[in-house]
């Protein structure tokens, strides 16, 4: 009797092991086959960040030369010519050129002839100067923007008539091509009738930091900066500019001596 209910005792407990098992078995498959719906979060689109505009688009002009030599003197001039600026414009930059050509070959042949004419007994002087002996007038461009929007060029000229050395000379052109007009540097300053106090005063304290790492500034070299640099439009004649800043430029001997070079001067726009 014992042995029976053993028996049914342990048949009771597989038969109960088989069921739970079973049960697992369904549970899990059950589980599996469900789709599991996952929360979708929302794409938020990133922003693309707006390219920087491109200052200088190699497309929009093409650089002329002018080579033309003549009996006294060599010349290579590059300059210029913007297709998104108007006529007007670009013959103000090709009459510039022109002229400060002629300036040069008049000055070289009106030099020469003085040194042929009074030329001492035994100085090997020609009537006109050999290829090698010629004087030179050489000019090229810098261009700070050119684009859709503006033009903003420094135009540089060296050359040498005889004397001890020869000069340099700086011209810049801005332009606003969208309007069609030249840029002054009242426009840079729009909101600022005080704008020439405005870079005297900023560039004073630009060039004599700049100048401290090379040279003692005395009374004499503060006063020819002062000079330099005083709130006059023809001071600041030479400039050019980008969106963040301005470059003013300023001719040799203007605020300092001719061995220094000539200066320049980075102005953030506010």
């Not at 042995?3 to 407990?13: A, D, E, G, M, N």
């Not at 022109?98 to 042949?109: A, F, L, P, Y």
């Not at 002996?133 to 261009?143: A, I, V």
Request: cysteine-free.
């Amino acid at each position: 009797m014992k042995k029976l209910k053993s028996t049914r005792y342990s048949l009771f407990v597989y038969i109960a092991i088989l069921a739970l098992v079973a049960g697992l078995y369904f549970l899990i498959k059950n589980n599996l086959n469900k789709t599991v719906e996952v929360e979708k979060q929302p794409i938020t689109q990133v922003e693309k960040e707006k390219p920087t505009p491109k200052l200088i688009d190699k497309s929009l002009f093409e650089e002329k030369i002018s080579n033309e030599p003549n009996e006294y003197t060599t010349i290579e001039f590059f300059y210029p010519q913007f297709k998104n600026a108007s006529a007007e414009f670009n013959n103000k930059i090709e009459s510039f050129v022109m002229e400060r050509i002629d300036s040069h070959k008049k000055s070289s042949e009106e030099n020469w002839k003085a040194r042929y004419e009074n030329r001492s007994p035994g100085d090997k002087i020609t009537e006109f100067p050999k290829d090698d002996e010629k004087f030179s007038f050489d000019g090229s461009w810098r261009p700070v923007q050119a684009n859709a929007e503006f033009i903003s060029f420094i135009l540089a000229e060296s050359g040498y008539t005889g004397g001890a050395h020869g000069y340099t000379n700086l011209t810049s052109f801005n332009y606003d091509v969208v309007n069609k007009k030249e840029i002054t540097l009242a426009d840079l300053f729009p909101t600022n009738p005080d704008y020439l106090k405005t870079i005297s005063e900023f560039s004073r304290k630009n060039i004599i930091m700049q100048l401290k790492k090379e040279i003692t500034i005395d009374g004499f070299t503060k006063d020819w900066i002062d000079q330099g640099t005083e709130p006059v439009e023809e001071n600041f004649a030479i400039f050019t500019f980008t969106p963040d800043s301005i470059i003013l430029n300023f001719a040799e001997y203007q605020v300092v001596s001719r061995v220094m070079g000539s200066l320049t001067v980075t102005m953030p726009r506010k």
